[in-house]
């Protein structure tokens, strides 16, 4: 195939006769001249043809182009300052690679079970390729974060033993002769065995729950980012949080412009998104809701609502922390001045989106912990050794775990998580 130019970098190459291939968006015609608007997955390119100046073979390959016909499209690059990416291409000719009839995505308005049947389709369109992209600056905003903090990245298991955060929420699978493994909700605990091998370190991967909730912020299958940092303890924990999500933020500003604004975004709120980030422990955070009207009595979990109504106090993300013990994970560690709490902290994105980290310093008194393992019934032989990392040069730790999708979903200003992954997995969703 004669060589090909992307449509990103049609710029750099004003005056040039080039091909490029792409899938048909819109066309018009106006029966002397007609538009096209190609897409590459670089970019966007109109490109015209007159009736006048192609030949009449060419002018009917236009004439029946339909939506999401693969192309190869011959013409010149000519700057257009009104255009997206500042060129237009005038076209030559036009050859079929791949016919599309009836693409079942139209410009009119699709209901939403209607467009995840079609998932694989509906990538295509403007607003779900500028959430890929999005998606993408997130993640490598993350990778970078890191790599340039000196973290070491720890791939931990997808196959456990019954090791996790929530012992209802587990998909389990047989595992040979072994008996049952389960899909992993966390690589925490694995990681803070490596933080006592190499002091920060930071797991990237899927995890599952299989929760019975058919919440705009829960999937089946997300992905999570978890930093563990050897000597972190609580406050440590908090300062690691802002500047991480404050960096991804920036990257997004910085690099994702275009995307934001075909999302609408207003980025006002994403500008101020800057450390220190507001701070309020769970007890005045209860009776600031009490004050709201909220009925809610201490000991009782934030839920959704009463973490949307708190963040209305905020421009920005809010830390909430030391939670009651009881509504906690197992490894939290416990707090010495009020013991009825764990030193951890959940951070709340602005504008309502909720809980995107969920984090804490670490127990590491042994006796504390299989205390807590015994009072969650949870099965101690497997948890042997992760109680070691108490018996062996325990230390103070803490980590965090920030959610991909809730954090490009907030970026994006996009109301439902499972737009903010190519293909959700939800209790009612295993295809396609
Ligand atoms: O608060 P969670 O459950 O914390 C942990 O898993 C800890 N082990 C993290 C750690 O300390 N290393 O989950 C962390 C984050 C949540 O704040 C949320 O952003 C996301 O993971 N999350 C989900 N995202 C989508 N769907 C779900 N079902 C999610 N459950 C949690
Ligand atoms: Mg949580």
Wanted: hydrophobic share 40%; charged share 25%; with cysteine.
């Amino acid at each position: 195939m004669a060589a090909s130019v992307r449509i990103a970098d049609l710029p750099g190459r004003i005056g040039d006769a080039v091909t490029v291939l792409g899938w048909v968006g819109t066309t018009r015609s106006s029966g002397k001249i007609g538009f096209v608007v190609l897409r590459d997955g670089s970019g966007y390119l109109q490109a015209v043809f007159l009736k006048a100046d192609v030949p009449p073979a060419v002018w009917e390959r236009f004439k029946a182009l339909s939506q999401e016909t693969a192309v190869a499209v011959a013409g010149s690059v000519r700057a257009d300052p009104r255009a997206p990416g500042g060129v237009e291409l005038t076209a030559s000719d036009v050859t079929v690679l791949g016919p599309s009839t009836d693409f079942p995505i139209t410009p009119k308005e699709h209901g939403t079970a209607f467009l995840f049947e079609h998932r694989h389709l509906w990538l295509r369109s403007r607003r779900q390729v500028a959430i890929m992209r999005v998606r993408h600056e997130v993640i490598q905003a993350i990778r970078d974060f890191f790599h340039q903090q000196d973290f070491y990245l720890v791939d931990t298991p997808i196959l456990t033993g019954a090791i996790g955060e929530t012992a209802g929420t587990l998909f389990e699978t047989e595992y040979f002769d072994l008996g049952s493994a389960y899909l992993a909700q966390t690589g925490q605990l694995y990681l803070e065995a490596a933080a006592a091998a190499l002091g920060r370190v930071y797991c990237f991967g899927p995890t599952f729950r299989a929760e019975k909730s058919k919440t705009r912020r829960h999937l089946a299958e997300f992905w999570m980012v978890e930093p563990e940092v050897a000597w972190n303890d609580s406050d440590d924990n908090m300062r690691l949080q802002e500047d991480f999500v404050s960096y991804i933020v920036g990257r997004c500003l910085e690099r994702r412009r275009d995307e934001l604004q075909e999302l609408e975004r207003d980025t006002g709120p994403l500008e101020r998104v800057t450390p220190p980030f507001p701070r309020i422990s769970y007890t005045d955070a209860v009776t600031r809701l009490q004050q709201l009207g909220t009925d809610i009595s201490w000991g009782a979990d934030l839920g959704a609502e009463a973490e949307n109504q708190l963040s209305q106090d905020y421009d920005r993300p809010v830390f909430v922390y030391n939670y009651p013990r009881a509504v906690k994970a197992f490894y939290m560690k416990q707090n010495a001045a009020d013991p009825r709490t764990v030193l951890n902290n959940d951070c709340l994105a602005s504008e309502g989106y909720g809980e995107i980290i969920g984090g804490s310093q670490r127990e590491d008194d042994h006796d504390l912990l299989l205390a807590r393992i015994r009072e969650q019934g949870l099965p101690e032989e497997a948890y042997g050794w992760y109680l070691d990392l108490r018996k062996y040069g325990t230390f103070v730790h803490s980590g965090f775990g920030l959610g991909v999708e809730r954090t490009v979903a907030w970026i994006c200003g996009v109301p439902h998580i499972r737009e903010c992954i190519a293909f959700p997995r939800m209790m009612y969703r295993l295809y396609p």
